[in-house]
C-alpha cells in the first residue's frame, strides 16, 4: 500500500545514512560532539533545510519524504536527527512567518547550510511553562535590545543564528540574532545522557543590539504563533525520530537473537524473545503509521494535522523508549555496555519524551482536544 | 438584490462554521464579539490551529503581514478578517 516512489526515497535515505552517518554515531556520542564529516555529508546531501521550498534553494520534499529522511538519520544517530530538527524548526518559522526580506535572506542561506540554526526558547524556570519566560526584548530608538539566558539549546555550541524568544511591550517576541552578535556568551552542557553529540549549550544574550527587521513574524506573536509553529514542525521531526529508534532497536536484537545461543539454542528460539520481538515490530509499525498519517494530512494543509502530530510523535516517542528498554532487556549485561547500541538508543529515546513538549504536556493537550471534539479529531 | 442576498449568505456560512470551530474549541457558550483570549479560554495551540482552520476551509492564505491581534480574537473578527480576504461583504448587525 506504500507508493513505490516512498520506497524508494527511503532506501536512498537509508543508504546515505548507513554510509554517511551510521560509522560515526558512536564516537559522536562517546565525544559529546557530531563528528564534523556527518555535518558536512548533511550539508552536501542538501539535508539541511530538505523541506524548503526549491525556490529558496531546499529540496522541497513533501512532509511524508521529509519524515523518512527524519527516520532514517535517527536511525543511524539521533544527535544528527537533533541537528535536523532544531534547524528546520527555524527554517520552518521563517518560512511560514518571516518577512519578506527576512525569507530572501535566510531561507536559502539554511537551505545551503552556511548557516547553521537553534531554537532558543526554554529558560532555566520557563521549560513546559514558556510564558514564564524572563529574557526581555526592549526598544531603545529605532533598535531592539535583547537580554536574557536560554538553556537547553540544541546546537548552541555552535549555532551561527538563533530564534529567540523574549518579552516586548507587545508580548513574547521571537527575534533572530547572529551567533557573531555581540553579547552572546555559550556554556556547553555536556552532562546530558541523552543525544550527547547534539553540543547543547546555555546561551547568554547580554545588550544584543538588534535592528527591528529581525523580529520574526509581529510583536507580541512569538508564542502564541512563531514558537507554535517551529514546534510543531520538531514534533513532527522527533515522532520520525522516534520511529528510526524504534527501526534500530529492532534491527539490533533481531541480528543479536539469531547469533547469540543459551540453553545450546538461539535466543530465536525462546518465546519470551519472540513476545519482546512482536511488541517492537507492533509498535514500530503502528508509529510509523501513524507519523505517515500526519504527513499525508500536513501535505494537505489539514487544520487536523496539528493534532494528530502531536498524537504521533506522543506514541512514537513512548515506543521508542518501550522498544529501546526491550533492546537493552534482550541484550543482558551486554544491553548496559557503553561500547554497544542499545543504551544509547534507550538513552536517546528518553530525550523524544521530553523535547518539543513532554509527554505530559502532550497529554494535557490531546486530552483537551479529544474530550472536547472526539476522536477522529 | 439577489447578489446582496448571495452574499449575505456566504458572510452567514461562514460565520456558522467559525462558530462552530470556535465553540467546539473552547466547550463553553461565547458571544460573536468576546475576545476569547482575554477571557482566557483558550490554550497555547488555539492560535496555529485558528489560522490552519481558517487557511483549510476558507482557500486562503494567512501571512505575517495578517498578524493583527483584532483580526483574529473573537468570532466576529475572525469572520471579518476571513470576508475581507474573501472580498466578501461582512456587517455584524446584520
Known amino acids: ?377 | 438584490m439577489e447578489v446582496d442576498q448571495k452574499v449575505m449568505c456566504e458572510a452567514h456560512a461562514i460565520l456558522s462554521a467559525v462558530r462552530a470551530y470556535v465553540g467546539a474549541k473552547i466547550a463553553r457558550p461565547i458571544s460573536d464579539h468576546e475576545n476569547y483570549f482575554e477571557s482566557g479560554f483558550v490554550k497555547s495551540l488555539f492560535g496555529i490551529q485558528l489560522i490552519s482552520f481558517i487557511e483549510g476551509r476558507f482557500d486562503t492564505v494567512i501571512s505575517d503581514d495578517d498578524l493583527v491581534a483584532s483580526n483574529f480574537n473573537s468570532i466576529e473578527h475572525v469572520v471579518a478578517f476571513i470576508c475581507r480576504k474573501k472580498d466578501i461583504q461582512f456587517d455584524p448587525a446584520v
Open chain 1, 1 to 377: 500500500l506504500i507508493p513505490q516512489s516512498e520506497d524508494a526515497a527511503r532506501g536512498a535515505f537509508a543508504r546515505f545514512a548507513n554510509e554517511a552517518i551510521s560509522p560515526y554515531a558512536a564516537a559522536s556520542d562517546a565525544a559529546g560532539a557530531i563528528r564534523p564529516e556527518c555535518i558536512e555529508a548533511i550539508r552536501s546531501a542538501g539535508y539541511l533545510g530538505a523541506f524548503l521550498p526549491r525556490d529558496v534553494g531546499g529540496l522541497g520534499l513533501d512532509a511524508v519524504s521529509y519524515g523518512l529522511l527524519t527516520c532514517e538519520m535517527a536511525r543511524a544517530c539521533s544527535s544528527c536527527r537533533t541537528l535536523m530538527t532544531v534547524h528546520d524548526m527555524v527554517g520552518s518559522a521563517i518560512l511560514r512567518w518571516g518577512s519578506r526580506e527576512l525569507r530572501s535572506e535566510i531561507l536559502p542561506q539554511l537551505a545551503t547550510g552556511s548557516l547553521i540554526a537553534a531554537f532558543a526558547l526554554s529558560e532555566a524556570d520557563a521549560g513546559s511553562d514558556a510564558a514564564a519566560m524572563r529574557a526581555t526584548i526592549r526598544r531603545q530608538g529605532e533598535d531592539l535590545i535583547l537580554d536574557g539566558v536560554k538553556s537547553w539549546v540544541s546546537y548552541g555550541q555552535t549555532a551561527n543564528l538563533f530564534l529567540v524568544f523574549g518579552r516586548s511591550e507587545e508580548g513574547i517576541t521571537a527575534v533572530l540574532v547572529s551567533g557573531e552578535q555581540p553579547g552572546i556568551t555559550r556554556r556547553a552542557v555536556t552532562e546530558m545522557v541523552g543525544t550527547r553529540a547534539a553540543m547543547m549549550a546555555d546561551v547568554r544574550f547580554e545588550a544584543c543590539r538588534l535592528s527591528p527587521h529581525s523580529i520574526v513574524g509581529k510583536p507580541g506573536f512569538g508564542l502564541t504563533h512563531i514558537a507554535q509553529t517551529a514546534l510543531d514542525h520538531g514534533r513532527y521531526s522527533v515522532g520520525w525520530g522516534a520511529v528510526g529508534i524504534i527501526d534500530a532497536a529492532f534491527a539490533a536484537c533481531t541480528a543479536f537473537v539469531r547469533e547469540r545461543c543459551q540453553f545450546g539454542t538461539p535466543l530465536v528460539t525462546q518465546p519470551q524473545i519472540r513476545v519482546h520481538l512482536t511488541r517492537m515490530a507492533a509498535l514500530a509499525r503502528a508509529s510509523r503509521l501513524m507519523c505517515r498519517e500526519a504527513g499525508l494530512l500536513r501535505q494537505a494543509r489539514a487544520p487536523e494535522a496539528i493534532i494528530e502530530t502531536m498524537l504521533a510523535k506522543y506514541f512514537a516517542a513512548k515506543s521508542a523508549v518501550s522498544a529501546a528498554n526491550a533492546a537493552v532487556q534482550i541484550h543482558g549485561a551486554r544491553g548496559l555496555l557503553r561500547s554497544g547500541k542499545p543504551e544509547r538508543l534507550l538513552r536517546d529515546a528518553k530525550v523524544t519524551e521530553i523535547i518539543e513538549g513532554t509527554a505530559e504536556m502532550l497529554e494535557l493537550l490531546i486530552g483537551e482536544q479529544v474530550s472536547s471534539l472526539g476522536y477522529p479529531i
